[in-house]
């Protein structure tokens, strides 16, 4: 039976050569990063660019992530890089920091929303760098999802949220880090984080001393920081210890093994010993799947907010919000105005 979309071994040479034929016409391709999957085009070809944007029903003016594969070709396509964001790049690159730097020219004004800057990262993954080397070109990607649902962190997602929608999804396995780039800006010599996510603060900060986390929120300066981006389905709802789980109607996503397991129709452990590298991997893949049972609520159990930590219970908090923002019957104490 045909699959739609079909899945490729992204680690074949014969799946690379169809992906870039793709993407030299002008297509979109679903590719591996070793954050979170992502919907790929030709940065310089404003056609396949303006196609992500139809198929994720993102609005225009939430930019996209540029994604270079060597690090000299950042001069092609922004202006200065200021010493501190040589200094990340020394240190980060390729990996899952993305910096907002001035652009070029030929990066075109839909891929940065028409902003002056471009978020530009150049990624670690195997599969992600031999596409765009391979393609010799930027590709402006921002991650395989929906608008506003959670980021597909393994091949069978994407093929799922964009059935008949892709050819194919390049398939690199499960995303080591599971979590969004984080993003950084510079300005007068100072980091500010735009997004929390799979470089933590305590690694920023050990580099560059001082991070600054203020972030404006809903504006074009941080598009990304939507209120109710990564949201699922499903009511979502924060607890503090896995006795809070009163409802067998539902689904639970624990951060560690507990002494006594809640009872409920589903249930996913991030990490057995609460590790917040191995929980990040897992989470998003988590918690699409609790997304599809059929229950009222997902439980979630709160994250230390320390490391990797911080960037989920983000995502997790921006679920719930989204989950008291509409009258639901089965959220426990809605605090809906
Ligand atoms: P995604 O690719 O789905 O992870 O989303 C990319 C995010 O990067 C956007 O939602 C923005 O928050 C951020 N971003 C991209 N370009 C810029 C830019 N020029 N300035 C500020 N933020 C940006
Ligand atoms: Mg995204």
Sequence with gaps: MDQHPEILDGYKPASVERAVAALRAGDVVAFPTETVYGLGADALNSSGVAKIFE?????????????????????????????????????????????????????????????RTVAIRMPSHPVALNLINSLGKPIAAPSANPFGYMSATRAAHVARMFENKLSFVLDGGP????????????????????????????????????????????????????PYHYAPHRPLVIIETPDEVKSSASSVLLFRTPSKMPVSKRMRILSPHGDLREAAANFFSYLIELDREDVDIIYAEQIPEIGLGKAMMERLKKAEKKAFRQPVDNVRNPVVS
């Design 55 to 115: 198929m994720k029903k993102r609005p225009r003016f939430d930019p996209l992530i540029v994604h270079i594969g060597q690090k000299e070709w950042l001069s092609s396509f922004t202006k200065e890089v200021p010493p501190e964001a040589q200094k990340l790049i020394d240190r980060f690159w390729p990996g899952p920091l993305t910096i907002i730097l001035e652009k070029q020219p030929a990066i075109s004004d839909l891929v940065t929303a028409g902003l």
């Design 175 to 226: 995303c080591s880090f599971g979590l969004e780039s984080t993003i950084v800006a510079i300005k007068d010599r100072q980091v500010f984080v735009r997004r929390y996510g799979a470089v933590s603060l305590e690694d920023l900060r050990d580099l560059v001393g001082e991070v600054h986390e203020k972030m404006k929120h809903g504006t074009v300066d941080s598009p990304g920081q939507l």
